[in-house]
């Protein structure tokens, strides 16, 4: 169960490379919710990177959108963000 004051991603992506793993998150802007999200995995020793895509057409209009992406991780550390996001992320499919 996720805590309800936990950042809202809106659409989260996972790839395996022979580098390691990456995940790709996207977030609202305005929400500030990919700054906390990016200081939060930073602070857990995360390689994270962070830059606006612009506006974005949405199922709800034009949003001014966010992209996160924690990048080269090892089999380790992406198991145990996976276990860490069910906790500290909300997911969001609406939009």
Same mark, same amino acid.
């Given at each position: 169960?996720? !805590?309800?004051?936990?950042?809202?991603?809106?659409?989260?992506? %996972?790839?395996?490379?022979?580098?390691?793993?990456?995940?790709? $998150?996207?977030?609202?802007?305005?929400?500030?919710? &990919?700054?906390?999200?990016?200081?939060?995995?930073?602070?857990? @020793?995360?390689? /994270?990177?962070?830059? @606006?895509? @612009?506006?974005?057409?949405? !199922?709800?209009?034009?949003?001014?959108?966010? $992209?996160?992406? /924690? $990048? !080269?991780? %090892?089999? &380790?550390?992406?198991? &145990?963000?996976?276990?860490?996001?069910?906790?500290?992320?909300?997911?969001?499919?609406? /939009?």
């Amino acid at each position: 169960m996720t !805590n309800p004051t936990s950042p809202i991603c809106y659409l989260k992506m %996972t790839f395996r490379y022979v580098s390691g793993y990456t995940q790709t $998150e996207k977030y609202d802007t305005g929400g500030r919710d &990919a700054r906390r999200r990016a200081s939060y995995l930073r602070k857990r @020793g995360y390689q /994270v990177k962070t830059w @606006g895509m @612009g506006e974005q057409v949405t !199922n709800v209009g034009r949003i001014k959108m966010t $992209e996160l992406r /924690v $990048e !080269n991780m %090892t089999e &380790a550390q992406f198991d &145990a963000l996976q276990d860490d996001d069910r906790i500290t992320l909300r997911v969001e499919r609406g /939009v």
